[in-house]
């Protein structure tokens, strides 16, 4: 893929950007927006998007993508809502390809109460940090660039993404990527997750999750004593496998976050399963932690079919994967993360790189270069029933977004 940002050496610094009466007229129109903005985010918070069910929040954004006049305006098969803002290339010679994303989803299920309550500058609601304050970014870009007149020499895609969070596993930005739109690539890709200025994530956090299910024939604990457990053929794996030392540096953790199983305290269960979520910078300590844990799991299951062989019976079982997000680093020296760096010291941000699991995991790991931004404002309590944000230092982050996608997407005037 072709770098064609150009942050220091080459082009316009960030500095002299930042003196164009283009960008200074963004800049204004960004000020002078702000009390609209608020009620922008009220709107789009109070129109549910529990997971796997975006639709509604994803209409709105559609039409609120061409009511500000972006270009070519369509959803695909996934729920992805994309959207352009051309440059000047042509196909002779095509400019830079910058994607700028948001999650649509939030954590919280059908019929939970999303309507927003205020309190002085705070909002109160389930997902209004996570993620309604960046998709009121995203619109709010393609916005300022049009009120300061800026053109671009490439093309800006304007996308809010489905399936971001938990069980969503990064359906929407991995059909992106895999199979839909940006097959072939992009230049660069910039997530917008949440509040905050500081933090540029630029190292994708993986993960796997894994449902172990262990099964038996079942029966009368006085009864039928010496058949198979499964119960207890899970507790021998979750005691081996909680032994395991993950290393702190690559950084790796795992838990055992859900058991289930059995019926009474009297009866031996015909069935107990586990959830498992494994975490790790490094793919390769997640490929050994998946290793680790199928061997206990047969171990486990072995030694309760021998202990128990009398019986004539044995346990069956069943692993399967429930999620996969890869991990991965886009370089501290590369064009993107120096030019979001760049952009924020000009800006009086000092940036704080990040590791985590977001939207951009998934370009991270096919090598594109891309990163996630806070969108601004202040929050607490995300993925809690008591969330809330505070729009304080918002200009900022929409600042500093418009100009590190101008930066990338090279200025023209
Ligand atoms: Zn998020």
């Given at each position: 893929?072709?770098?064609?940002?150009?942050?220091?050496?080459?082009?316009?610094?960030?500095?002299?950007?930042?003196?164009?009466?283009?960008?200074?007229?963004?800049?204004?129109?960004?000020?002078?927006l702000?009390?609209e903005l608020d009620d922008e985010l009220v709107r789009i918070c109070?129109?549910?998007?529990?997971?796997?069910?975006?639709?509604?929040?994803?209409?709105?954004?559609?039409?609120r993508?061409?009511?500000?006049?972006?270009?070519?305006?369509?959803?695909?098969?996934?729920?992805?809502?994309?959207?352009?803002?051309?440059?000047?290339?042509?196909?002779?010679?095509?400019?830079?390809?910058?994607?700028?994303?948001?999650?649509?989803?939030?954590?919280?299920?059908?019929?939970?109460?999303?309507?927003?309550?205020?309190?002085?500058?705070?909002?109160?609601?389930?997902?209004?940090?996570?993620?309604v304050c960046?998709i009121v970014?995203?619109i709010t870009?393609?916005?300022?660039?049009?009120?300061?007149?800026?053109?671009?020499?490439?093309?800006?895609?304007?996308?809010?993404?489905?399936?971001?969070?938990?069980?969503?596993?990064?359906?929407?930005?991995?059909?992106?990527?895999?199979?839909?739109?940006?097959?072939?690539?992009?230049?660069?890709?910039?997530?917008?997750?949440?509040?905050?200025?500081?933090?540029?994530?630029?190292?994708?956090?993986?993960?796997?999750?894994?449902?172990?299910?262990?099964?038996?024939?079942?029966?009368?604990?006085?009864?039928?004593?010496?058949?198979?457990?499964?119960?207890?053929?899970?507790?021998?794996?979750?005691?081996?496998?909680?032994?395991?030392?993950?290393?702190?540096?690559?950084?790796?953790?795992?838990?055992?976050?859900?058991?289930?199983?059995?019926?009474?305290?009297?009866?031996?269960?015909?069935?107990?399963?586990?959830?498992?979520?494994?975490?790790?910078?490094?793919?390769?300590?997640?490929?050994?932690?998946?290793?680790?844990?199928?061997?206990?799991?047969?171990?486990?299951?072995?030694?309760?079919?021998?202990?128990?062989?009398?019986?004539?019976?044995?346990?069956?079982?069943?692993?399967?994967?429930?999620?996969?997000?890869?991990?991965?680093?886009?370089?501290?020296?590369?064009?993107?993360?120096?030019?979001?760096?760049?952009?924020?010291?000009?800006?009086?941000?000092?940036?704080?790189?990040?590791?985590?699991?977001?939207?951009?995991?998934?370009?991270?790991?096919?090598?594109?270069?891309?990163?996630?931004?806070?969108?601004?404002?202040?929050?607490?309590?995300?993925?809690?029933?008591?969330?809330?944000?505070?729009?304080?230092?918002?200009?900022?982050?929409?600042?500093?977004?418009?100009?590190?996608?101008?930066?990338?997407?090279?200025?023209?005037?």
């Amino acid at each position: 893929m072709q770098n064609y940002a150009t942050v220091t050496d080459e082009g316009p610094s960030i500095a002299s950007l930042l003196k164009s009466s283009h960008i200074r007229r963004a800049y204004h129109f960004i000020d002078e927006l702000q009390t609209e903005l608020d009620d922008e985010l009220v709107r789009i918070c109070e129109i549910p998007a529990p997971p796997f069910k975006e639709e509604a929040r994803a209409r709105f954004v559609s039409q609120r993508f061409q009511d500000i006049g972006l270009s070519r305006v369509r959803s695909d098969e996934k729920g992805n809502v994309i959207a352009e803002r051309p440059g000047l290339s042509s196909k002779l010679s095509p400019g830079p390809r910058i994607v700028v994303s948001a999650h649509l989803d939030t954590v919280f299920p059908e019929r939970t109460d999303v309507r927003v309550r205020r309190d002085g500058a705070r909002f109160h609601a389930p997902g209004i940090s996570d993620n309604v304050c960046g998709i009121v970014s995203l619109i709010t870009l393609a916005r300022a660039l049009d009120a300061g007149g800026i053109v671009t020499e490439g093309t800006i895609y304007f996308v809010a993404t489905v399936g971001e969070e938990g069980e969503g596993n990064l359906r929407g930005v991995r059909h992106l990527f895999n199979a839909g739109e940006f097959k072939r690539g992009v230049d660069a890709f910039i997530s917008l997750d949440g509040p905050g200025l500081e933090r540029i994530t630029h190292r994708a956090l993986g993960s796997r999750r894994y449902r172990v299910t262990v099964g038996g024939p079942g029966g009368h604990s006085w009864g039928d004593f010496g058949i198979v457990n499964p119960v207890h053929a899970l507790g021998r794996a979750i005691a081996r496998f909680s032994a395991y030392p993950a290393p702190l540096a690559p950084r790796t953790s795992y838990n055992v976050g859900v058991i289930e199983g059995g019926s009474s305290v009297n009866a031996i269960p015909a069935s107990a399963s586990m959830v498992v979520d494994i975490r790790s910078v490094s793919s390769n300590e997640i490929e050994k932690l998946e290793a680790h844990l199928r061997r206990v799991v047969e171990i486990a299951v072995r030694e309760e079919n021998s202990q128990r062989a009398m019986s004539g019976t044995s346990l069956t079982c069943e692993f399967e994967q429930a999620g996969d997000r890869p991990s991965g680093e886009t370089p501290i020296d590369s064009t993107i993360v120096r030019a979001a760096i760049e952009c924020s010291r000009a800006l009086g941000i000092e940036p704080r790189l990040d590791c985590s699991s977001t939207d951009s995991n998934i370009p991270i790991s096919l090598g594109i270069p891309a990163i996630t931004l806070g969108a601004g404002g202040v929050s607490g309590n995300c993925h809690s029933l008591t969330e809330w944000y505070e729009p304080t230092g918002r200009e900022l982050g929409m600042k500093r977004l418009l100009l590190l996608t101008v930066s990338l997407g090279g200025f023209a005037c």
